[in-house]
């Protein structure tokens, strides 16, 4: 009897991902995450979702200011069996704090989404609140708006608002900061 491709899946622990990484196991190209314990592929990003990227940790840095790093596309080692690589995280300090170990925890993740957005509204959103990472953003594209994710629990986040161009939204770990959310959208 043949096995089924259940029977054949074979879960990764984050060490073990770091070091076939490490090895050059995967093509410098290969655009992988690593989400409880399974690699998945990350769509290839075009200009539009660069740009939007760009824009948006541009509003983060302005709001953030010194003593944060506003990390773009680099990997949140977040538990034994995950290292997801979201479009953005605020993190506390300076880059080479992180010289020797990526960062375990964020203030704030920012996913910006077209073809990602079932995975970054489940998948990604449970991933995050489990995790303890306080607020979550997801620029949802296809729907012009700012889904703000807030109060951790381990099955996700309690609170959930939506925001369009017009509003503004004032970061937890930066309250006297607002972004106007048009100037995140494109």
Same mark, same amino acid.
């Given at each position: 009897?043949?096995?089924?491709? +259940?029977?054949? *899946?074979?879960r990764? =622990? @984050? #060490?073990a991902?770091d070091?076939a990484?490490?090895?050059?196991?995967?093509?410098?190209?290969? &655009?992988?995450?690593l989400?409880?314990?399974?690699?998945?592929?990350? *769509?290839? /990003?075009? =200009?539009?979702?660069?740009?939007i990227? !760009?824009q948006?940790?541009e509003?983060?840095?302005?709001?953030?200011?010194g003593?944060? @790093?506003?990390?773009? /596309?680099?990997?949140l080692?977040?538990? !034994?069996? =995950?290292e997801?690589?979201?479009?953005?995280?605020?993190? &506390?300090?300076?880059?080479?704090d992180?010289?020797? %170990?990526?960062?375990? +925890?964020?203030?704030?993740?920012?996913?910006? +989404?077209?073809e +990602?957005?079932?995975?970054?509204?489940?998948?990604? /959103?449970?991933?995050?609140a489990?995790?303890?990472?306080? #607020?979550y953003w997801?620029?949802?594209?296809?729907?012009?708006?700012?889904e703000?994710?807030?109060? %951790?629990?381990?099955?996700?986040?309690r609170?959930?608002?939506?925001l369009?161009?017009?509003? &503004?939204?004032?970061?937890?770990?930066?309250?006297? *900061?607002?972004?106007?959310?048009?100037?995140?959208?494109?």
């Open positions: 009897m043949p096995a089924t491709a +259940s029977e054949v *899946t074979y990764w =622990s @984050r #060490e991902y070091r990484i490490e090895a050059g196991v995967f093509d410098p190209d290969d &655009r992988l995450e989400i409880e314990g399974q690699l998945l592929a990350v *769509t290839p /990003q075009g =200009s539009r979702h660069a740009a990227v !760009d948006a940790g509003m983060l840095r302005r709001a953030f200011g003593g944060f @790093r506003i990390r773009v /596309q680099s990997p080692a977040v538990g !034994d069996d =995950s997801p690589e979201p479009d953005l995280a605020v993190v &506390r300090g300076r880059a080479l992180y010289l020797d %170990a990526h960062p375990t +925890s964020a203030l704030l993740v920012v996913e910006v +989404s077209d +990602s957005l079932r995975r970054d509204r489940t998948l990604k /959103q449970r991933l995050y489990g995790h303890g990472i306080p #607020e997801v620029l949802a594209l296809p729907d012009a708006c700012l703000v994710y807030r109060d %951790a629990a381990a099955s996700g986040y609170s959930v608002a939506t369009r161009a017009g509003d &503004r939204i004032a970061p937890l770990a930066c309250p006297g *900061t607002a972004i106007a959310v048009g100037d995140l959208l494109p």
